[in-house]
């Protein structure tokens, strides 16, 4: 079954993917068309955009868009709001799970209710198909009662195959919901029956969640029968209190394994015997082969919705705007392929901060051994490995790709500045990687080799103890590379002042993530991490917030949205104070969505373990 530990290189590595079938972010000011990820204009083209962007109303005629259709907003509005409160508040919540096959003890922390075998699940999937369905009839309302005004758009023809997967993956993830674990439920039933120890702290933590039902168990049990106004009972008397004090302990584990069970902690069903008899023998019906390739659907299908679900609002915003049509197509996804990968870059750094992907060491913590993680995650690369890596790829592909949108033409200065970028990136990545080998930083003590073979004969061996920064890579490559782009554009002479100035703002951010980088890895070098838990440095949440937010700026400095931005008089801090704000509530739901996980892992692990009978 497809894990979803690898969450940051397969996201990562997808983007970067399609980036390459276009090409490297061009200038936005060429003359023969910008070379790169973004195709400009041509000179006539360019021309006709800056006249209808400055010239006074009605002297150029402008494409009407759904944006300025005057009629039935209402019901555009309606679309909008129930699909960004079904794919921004439910659908993450629903996405916080644990493995089927994960041990207790070794919960992956980047894994995301639907596979917890949480009651939950289906209440919240069923919750967001339907806001995702009454979005669509909203939609699908709008679009009977308007022209069309963007024809062959993608957003139409995304949502449609979306919702498709969607309700399949629903009704899977519902079979399985039902039927996993019906060979156990005698076991359970009879695990149920039977009186299991409850180790102290377990009792103390009950307690602490029910202290009305302890408060009326009135025991007396702690008790040793010396030195309290007890010591004159019998030795029947005593008898008689560690009778009562068994009963009480037999009838609080029941008591703890009852809330569980009504908590949906045990054997699962919807409720309905009928229902719950044919969706398991549906499920039986169908071969176990097909079952496994449904298994790998299901878990591709959580790997990548959230990035879908971006791609599908992005796409309805454009559509919307009535952006990237014609020849702006390949500038509108240059911005918005690179925009959205320092997007989730930010999204992916902030988890690591939270304590995602703890189990690789990629936590800002010491990297548990084999033993506590599978011998599978102990030989997971770095995150600085991976991010070097990521850096590598996009410079060894596009590279070759720089000059595609002026194939057959002669080469510019823009053209030769945008293939020094990316063998920038080919250079910095590759070096990143080969700082983060082990084998290399070892060839590179070689000239201690004979010194360190004979130091028998030295007195000081803590000498050749390797220092404790060995322990943890810090690798400020990826840094200097995102920081020297950042100086770049920052610089990038664009069209129009408000293009210039809205360039230097994600520049600008990115200049602050490479120096709040820079700081943790200063804070590490004073103090490296000695705990298996994160350590969280405050600067990487600093670092976070400047790539969200820049990734978001870089998406909205494409040449349509600035053209738009001119033509309705809006400055660049518009969309600074804009991106400012969504950026911070974006955080603050990120880790209020982790801590609702973090909940349910806790409190599916008890369960289990209460109806199992592993307490003791």
């Known amino acids: 079954m497809v894990r979803k530990n690898f969450l940051l290189p397969h996201a990562a590595h997808l983007l970067l993917t399609t980036a390459t079938l276009i090409s490297a972010h061009g200038h936005d000011d060429h003359g023969e068309g910008v070379s790169g990820l973004g195709t400009s204009l041509t000179p006539t083209t360019s021309s006709a955009l800056m006249a209808s962007a400055t010239a006074p109303s009605g002297s150029v005629p402008v494409p009407e868009t759904y944006f300025t259709y005057s009629g039935l907003s209402g019901l555009v509005l309606a679309h909008v709001g129930l699909m960004l409160v079904a794919w921004f508040f439910v659908l993450p919540i629903g996405l916080f799970k644990q493995p089927l096959q994960a041990r207790l003890a070794d919960m992956p922390s980047a894994v995301m209710l639907s596979v917890a075998r949480s009651r939950l699940t289906p209440a919240i999937q069923l919750g967001f198909l339907s806001l995702n369905s009454l979005g669509l009839l909203f939609g699908l309302i709008y679009n009977h009662k308007t022209p069309d005004l963007y024809e062959e758009n993608l957003h139409h023809k995304l949502g449609w195959a979306v919702t498709f997967i969607l309700f399949s993956q629903f009704v899977v993830g519902l079979l399985k919901f039902c039927t996993h674990g019906k060979a156990n439920t005698e076991a359970d039933n009879n695990e149920r029956v039977s009186f299991m120890p409850i180790s102290t702290d ?49 009838h609080y584990g029941h008591q703890m394994r009852d809330d569980c069970l009504d908590r949906g902690e045990g054997p699962r069903s919807l409720g309905f015997a009928t229902a719950d008899r044919a969706l398991s023998w549906v499920y039986q019906l169908v071969p176990s082969q097909l079952m496994k390739m449904i298994d790998v659907f299901y878990d591709a299908v959580d790997v990548c919705i959230l990035v879908i679900g971006f791609v599908l609002i992005l796409s309805g915003f454009i559509t919307y705007a009535g952006i990237f049509k014609g020849n702006n197509v390949f500038n509108g996804l240059a911005h918005s392929i690179k925009g959205g990968i320092f997007f989730w870059y930010g999204l992916l750094t902030l988890g690591r901060w939270m304590g995602c992907f703890a189990e690789y060491g990629w936590a800002w913590n010491v990297r548990p051994p084999v033993g506590l993680v599978s011998s599978r995650k102990a030989r997971v690369p770095s995150a600085e490995f991976v991010e070097s890596f990521v850096i590598f790829l996009y410079g060894s592909t596009n590279v070759f790709l720089e000059h595609l949108a002026a194939w057959g033409d002669a080469w510019t200065a823009q053209d030769l500045e945008h293939v020094s970028i990316s063998v920038m990136f080919l250079g910095g990545g590759l070096c990143g990687m080969l700082v983060e080998s082990r084998k290399v930083r070892d060839l590179l003590n070689t000239s201690l080799a004979r010194w360190n073979a004979s130091q028998d004969q030295y007195p000081f061996k803590e000498q050749w103890t ?125 880790i209020i969505v982790l801590a609702i996980k973090g909940w349910a892992v806790r409190k599916r692990q008890l369960g289990t373990r209460i109806a199992r009978g592993t307490l003791a």
Not at 205 to 223: F, I, L, N
Not at 532 to 559: D, T, V
Request: proline letters at 6%.
């Open 202 to 250: 377990e009792m103390d933590g009950y307690q602490q969640m029910h202290p009305d039902s302890v408060a009326s168990m009135h025991r007396y049990s702690h008790d040793s029968g010396h030195g309290t106004e007890y010591d004159s009972r019998t030795s029947n008397s005593l008898t008689e209190a560690r009778e009562e004090k068994d009963e009480d302990t037999q």
């Open 466 to 590: 390797p220092p404790k920064t060995y322990s943890f890579s810090m690798n400020p490559i990826p840094g200097l590379i995102i920081l020297l782009l950042g100086l770049m554009m920052s610089s990038h002479h664009q069209h129009s002042m408000v293009s210039t100035m809205v360039h230097k703002q994600w520049g600008s951010l990115f200049v602050g993530f490479a120096l709040a980088r820079a700081v943790t890895y200063i804070l590490i070098y004073l103090s490296p991490p000695s705990s298996y838990l994160p350590s969280r440095p405050p600067s990487e949440i600093i670092s976070s917030f400047c790539l969200i937010s820049g990734g978001l700026i870089f998406i909205a400095s494409n040449k349509d949205t600035v053209a738009a931005m001119e033509r309705y008089d809006l400055n660049a801090m518009f969309v600074f104070t804009v991106t400012m704000g969504w950026t911070a509530f974006l955080m603050a739901w990120q």
